[in-house]
T-cell receptor
Framework: GQNIDQPTEMTATEGAIVQINCTYQ??????LFWYQQHAGEAPTFLSY??LDGLEEKGRFSSFLSRSKGYSYLLLKELQMKDSASYLC??????????WGAGTKLIIKP | GAVVSQHPSWVICKSGTSVKIECRSL??????MFWYRQFPKQSLMLMAT?????????EQGVEKDKFLINHASLTLSTLTVTSAHPEDSSFYIC????????????FGPGTRLTVT
């Protein structure tokens, strides 16, 4: 079966760095996405990785290792507005998105 | 950038009535649209994949006679929740994909449905 695992909840301090991990087992792989979702809103696109390595975009970076079925999202210089759920999703062999359950990130002052 | 709109953004209806939700791609043609449902504190659950001009493909466990999907044009897909019940209350989100960008989906803002 297809499976994506990520922690349910994480807590971090404003100004700090946090890493959210995601492991996956899917039938085929056409890329991995990270989305941010604030409560009551639709997901917004953060990053897309299809090749191994690190993609950096401002305060956010995403890493992928296809051989390990592993990705992480790194958030630097955390701000209170970063409090949200972070969803890991893998595009499978049919280009359908398989979703993780999401990681709720709580930022404390 | 690619923009997807949904209408209405929220709706309250009585049990037994039907509700139609529209999903539009505003600045691109979407050959494929997806409908998701999300319950509180849970992740997105794919309900169906809608291809323009053909019947939608429903995920296992989703009743196609209850959740009617029509993708009549390259910019519009509709989801009709028929004979709604309180357990259908949820956040419904659509996404759309461009023909030559198989790997990316653009999400609408979502529709909050409350059935009383």
């Amino acid at each position: 079966g297809q499976n994506i695992d990520q922690p349910t909840e994480m807590t971090a301090t404003e100004g700090a760095i946090v890493q959210i991990n995601c492991t996956y087992q899917t039938s085929g792989f056409n890329g991995l996405f990270w989305y941010q979702q604030h409560a009551g809103e639709a997901p917004t696109f953060l990053s897309y990785n299809v090749l191994d390595g690190l993609e950096e975009k401002g305060r956010f970076s995403s890493f992928l290792s296809r051989s390990k079925g592993y990705s992480y999202l790194l958030l630097k210089e955390l701000q209170m507005k970063d409090s949200a759920s972070y969803l890991c999703a893998v595009s499978d062999s049919n280009y359908q998105l398989i979703w993780g359950a999401g990681t709720k990130l709580i930022i404390k002052p | 950038g690619a923009v997807v709109s949904q209408h209405p953004s929220w709706v309250i209806c009585k049990s037994g009535t039907s509700v139609k939700i529209e999903c539009r791609s505003l600045d691109f043609q979407a050959t494929t649209m997806f409908w998701y449902r999300q319950f509180p504190k849970q992740s997105l659950m794919l309900m169906a994949t809608s291809n323009e001009g053909s019947k939608a493909t429903y995920e296992q466990g989703v009743e196609k006679d209850k959740f009617l999907i029509n993708h009549a044009s390259l910019t519009l897909s509709t989801l009709t929740v028929t004979s709604a019940h309180p357990e259908d209350s949820s956040f419904y989100i659509c996404s759309a994909r461009e023909p030559d960008r198989y790997y990316e989906q653009y999400f609408g803002p979502g529709t909050r449905l409350t059935v009383t």
